[in-house]
């Protein structure tokens, strides 16, 4: 989504500068130009030459400089920006943006950027402390165009641990996204189960699925960016979506993690009363063992064959279906390796679902694993919509954009 999109990246002199480079490439690999301002220290954290080269672009961190493209870069960067970062930012370059104090590169850019702005603070636990640094942060939050992010705890450049560090730049990237999405879910609660679910045979042994919960965890962050509440119910996968912490509040991504369809099923039945729009992407297990062996099974001598008694799981999604309120959104997905059509079809039926995200194994690139999918939507009025081919984030977009008109 940062394809073509124009950044400005502020960074002032604390030691957290040395991660900037690594944020650069990050925006640059999804297609954004970025343009780097910074004050006077900044740079003797990180070279000009660095972030030049990674940027492409000239570096703007003297406003006198006779190199200077414009003679007012401070005004023709905001106008060329379509978002600005400032990372990290310091006590001393909070408090100055803060009160409007605009005397070099970074804080006259600053002053003139009307366009969404994200801060990333980063300090010594005292300097985060200080009532005056705390003011400031609360100032520079309720500026309407400010995304004020939080310092996270940890170990300290200065050998202490404390509530100071910048967070992480996979997660400032993140904020840009936020900043630059339409807040069209603002208050909704979404609800999204994700993963697969194991079903134990044994203490050692389980059924399982290929999910990994890459297209779940882009759903749910897709609808973060958008204003809303997440719920994520998630299997057992390896990686879950992390967001930035915004300054004065608290976590805005619920995670629940469960490993078995039984779980997920009490949880989802659970979370299901709050929510405006439940997604099931989860590969939900349709079967489980009887019994769960509480021992390990053995094989015995001469064993050549096991019959493991399975009973049906509860379907969630059907459950879901009967007890819905006017006005809840229900989406189903369905893997489905023939006879697609009419077995998501038969399904958005029978479980009374609103609209179902179909993807096909016979598709290539699209399905289990991979960072990209292909899908078709088909929604209860009749009509349907192909997704063509591209990433597991693009999809999540166009899927949260139909739920948004249903
Ligand atoms: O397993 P099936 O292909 O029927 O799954 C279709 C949809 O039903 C998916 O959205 C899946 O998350 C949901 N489902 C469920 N509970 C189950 C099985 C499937 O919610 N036990």
Redesign the pocket.
């Known amino acids: 989504m940062l394809k073509g999109k124009h950044i400005v990246v502020g960074i002032s002199g604390g030691i957290a500068a040395y991660k900037i480079p690594e944020l650069i490439r990050i925006l640059r690999k999804e297609g954004a130009e970025v343009k780097v301002t910074t004050t006077k220290n900044a740079l003797e954290f990180v070279t000009e030459l660095t972030l030049q080269t990674l940027s492409g672009n000239k570096v703007y961190s003297d406003v006198f400089a006779a190199i200077n493209e414009h003679s007012t870069e401070h005004i023709s960067l905001p106008d060329w920006a379509d978002v600005m970062i400032v990372a990290p930012a310091t006590a001393d370059l909070i408090g100055k943006m803060a009160h409007g104090i605009a005397d070099d590169a970074l804080t006259t850019t600053f002053c003139a950027m009307c366009k969404p702005v994200v801060i990333a603070p980063a300090m010594n636990d005292k300097m985060y402390l200080n009532p005056a640094t705390q003011e400031a942060m609360r100032k520079l939050s309720g500026q309407t165009n400010v995304t004020m992010l939080d310092c996270v705890a940890g170990e300290l450049a200065c050998g202490t641990t404390g509530k100071g560090r910048m967070q992480e730049v996979n997660v400032l990237a993140e904020s840009i996204r936020y900043a630059l999405t339409n807040k069209d879910l603002e208050n909704k609660n979404v609800l999204i ?1 994700s993963g697969p679910t194991q079903e134990a045979i044994d203490p050692v042994r389980y059924l399982s699925n290929h999910s990994t919960g890459k297209q779940g965890n882009a759903l749910a962050l897709s609808c973060w960016r958008r204003g809303a509440n997440i719920t994520l119910i998630a299997g057992p996968v390896s990686a879950l979506p992390s967001v930035p912490l915004f300054y004065g509040c608290k976590e805005q991504l619920d995670i629940i993690p469960v490993t078995s ?1 039984a779980q ?2 009490e949880q ?1 039945l659970e979370q299901f009363e709050h929510a405006d729009i439940a997604i ?7 079967f489980a063992p009887t019994e769960t062996a509480q021992e390990k099974i053995k094989k015995q001598p001469g064993q050549t064959q096991m019959t493991l008694a399975l009973k ?9 279906g009967k007890t819905k309120r006017t006005g809840q959104k229900l ?6 390796t023939c006879n697609e059509q009419s ?1 998501a079809l038969h ?1 958005m039926e029978s ?1 009374q ?1 609103d609209m ?2 179909l993807n096909s194994l016979q598709d290539q690139g699209a399905g289990f694993g991979c960072n990209t999918n292909k899908v078709t939507l088909f929604f209860n009025n009749g009509t349907k919509k192909d997704v063509p081919l591209q990433s597991k984030e693009d999809i999540a977009d166009c899927i949260v954009d139909s739920i948004n008109l249903l």
Not at 280 to 286: F, G, K, S, T, Y
Not at 331 to 336: M, S
């Open positions: 189960t369809a997920m099923a989802t099931l992407c989860a590969a939900v297990a349709d049906t799981t509860t379907d969630i999604a059907a459950t879901l989406i189903g997905f369905a893997l489905e077995h399904k479980k679902l179902i995200v």
